[in-house]
């Protein structure tokens, strides 16, 4: 199993640039989420969704775009790339979101995307 | 003021020694709650869940006071390999899971 893949791994924009992060998850979970991770402030929730068609925002949304259309997919986009927005992102995705069912809310991380914005 | 709390640390501590951490959380309405562990420069792990009546995994205690809102992890006969960040996790029932900021911990021979 695959698990949760996110590319590409590292890359370096410019400032005012665009791109997204890919997330795939081949689990069929429901519950998907993205964080970023700067020093000393530990793991931020960007946005996640609870199933296709379904997107919320987290601690740290501004400046971040996601969409669900599918259940494996769960890209994020940034629209004007800013130096502060420099970070590691981490994709995750768990069975059930919300229950006290074993394994709920329990998340399988992606390996990483490394951002440098310049 | 985050909703998960920490001790950053580093905790720095010899072979076969127990180290315990806290985790203070301000969610009245959190339900689930967690330990993860981050080596460097790679994704989170889970480590183990923390349930009410206090779990053991191993050398790996977790115990969970929803009186005080905290939760801590103790770990017993540090090993080297048991250096790691290690994350405090809680879920408020809902959708959003929310981490503490990490306590890093070195284990020195």
């Known amino acids: 199993n695959a698990g949760v893949t996110q590319t590409p791994k590292f890359q370096v924009l410019k400032t005012g640039q665009s791109m997204t992060l890919q997330c795939a998850q081949d689990?069929?979970?429901?519950?998907m989420s993205w964080y970023r991770q700067d020093p000393g402030m530990g793991l931020r929730l960007i946005h996640y969704?609870?199933?296709?068609?379904?997107?919320d925002q987290g601690e740290v949304p501004n400046g971040y775009n996601v969409s669900r259309s599918t259940t494996e997919d769960f890209p994020l986009r940034l629209l004007s790339a800013a130096p502060s927005q420099t970070s590691v992102y981490f994709c995750?995705?768990?069975?059930?979101?919300?229950?006290?069912?074993?394994?709920?809310?329990?998340?399988?991380f992606g390996a990483g995307s490394r951002l440098t914005v310049l | 003021r985050k909703e998960v709390e920490q001790d950053p640390g580093p905790f720095n501590v010899p072979e076969g020694a127990t180290v315990a951490f806290n985790c203070t959380y301000s969610?009245?309405?959190?339900?689930?709650f967690f330990w993860y562990r981050q080596d460097c420069r790679k994704e989170p792990k889970l480590l183990m869940s923390?349930?009410?009546s206090g779990n053991e995994d191993g050398r790996f205690t977790a115990q969970l006071n929803r009186a005080s809102q905290y939760i801590s992890l103790l770990i017993r006969d540090s090993k080297l390999s048991d250096s790691a960040t290690y994350l405090c996790?809680?879920?408020?029932?809902?959708?959003?899971?929310?981490f503490g900021a990490g306590t890093r911990l070195f284990v020195k021979a």
């Open positions: 969704s609870v199933g296709a068609g379904i997107t």
């Open positions: 923390v349930y009410s």
């Open positions: 996790v809680g879920n408020t029932g809902g959708f959003k899971t929310i």
């Open positions: 689990m069929n979970h429901e519950y």
């Open positions: 995750a995705s768990s069975p059930r979101p919300g229950t006290g069912t074993s394994g709920a809310n329990v998340l399988t």
């Open positions: 969610n009245s309405a959190s339900q689930s």
